[in-house]
């Protein structure tokens, strides 16, 4: 069975651009969180989206912001690229809403914003 | 608000020995999931054990072990016969069981090195 998958793996941006992450969860996995690790920090939560709907937002600007599509694939959009978004961003996916089911990791894609 | 302590930025050990990686949590849930992951060179987030709050008994996976101490909010991991593909950073991570609220928490990672 495939894992979560995320494109591209690396991402060079310059100040002011916009960035755009792509992630597939497993399949049959309704869920997908997105996580910004910069560098020398744990991850911060940024969205989870479920059936299509953004279900919960982490402490960031609206510049970040997603999609989720009919097959359950997203789309992390960050506008007006800062430096300090330089970080490894990571999808990732879970069976659905019920409270008790595990995260499964991407491999992330690592955004540089020169 | 919950929050996810990892005291270790590193730990070191040597191959074949036994080593405890500390995680404190700060939360006033009574139901909620700890977990820990590993995340090696390649970057991809491994789960590696995962322990419920209501159950007492220790959560084990393989080498991989756990002290879950909840009156304490402490949840460490000990790898036993540690190897080399041991090393890694590895989270400490909490998430609430309370409908609505599935983000993860982590701490800021312990880097565990592996000596041969």
């Known amino acids: 069975e495939a894992g979560v998958t995320q494109s591209p793996t690396h991402l060079i941006k310059t100040r002011g651009q916009q960035a755009t992450l792509r992630c597939s969860p497993i399949?049959?996995?309704?869920?997908v969180y997105w996580y910004q690790q910069a560098l020398g920090l744990g991850l911060q939560f940024l969205l989870w989206?479920?059936?299509?709907?953004?279900?919960n937002r982490g402490n960031f600007p609206p510049r970040f912001s997603g999609r989720q599509f009919p097959n359950y694939s997203s789309e992390l959009n960050v506008n007006a690229l800062e430096l300090e978004d330089s970080a490894l961003y990571l999808c990732?996916?879970?069976?659905?809403?019920?409270?008790?089911?595990?995260?499964?990791f991407g491999p992330g894609t690592r955004l540089l914003v020169l | 608000a919950q929050t996810v302590t990892q005291s270790q930025p590193e730990m070191s050990v040597q191959e074949a020995e036994t080593v405890t990686l500390s995680c404190t949590y700060d939360?006033?849930?009574?139901?909620?999931?700890l977990f820990w992951y590993k995340q090696p060179p390649s970057r991809q987030m491994i789960l590696v054990i995962r322990?419920?709050?209501?159950?007492?008994q220790n959560a084990t996976e393989n080498r991989f072990s756990v002290n879950f101490q909840k009156a304490a909010k402490s949840f460490s991991l000990k790898i036993s016969d540690s190897q080399l593909g041991d090393a890694a950073m590895y989270f400490c991570?909490?998430?609430?069981?309370?409908?609505?609220?599935?983000?993860?928490?982590f701490g800021t990672g312990t880097r565990l090195k592996v000596l041969a």
């Open positions: 939360t006033s849930e009574s139901d909620y999931y």
């Open positions: 322990q419920e709050a209501y159950k007492q």
């Open positions: 990732a996916s879970s069976p659905g809403t019920g409270g008790r089911e595990t995260q499964y």
């Open positions: 989206y479920d059936e299509g709907e953004e279900r």
């Open positions: 399949s049959g996995h309704t869920s």
């Open positions: 991570a909490y998430r609430s069981a309370r409908s609505g609220t599935y983000k993860y928490i």
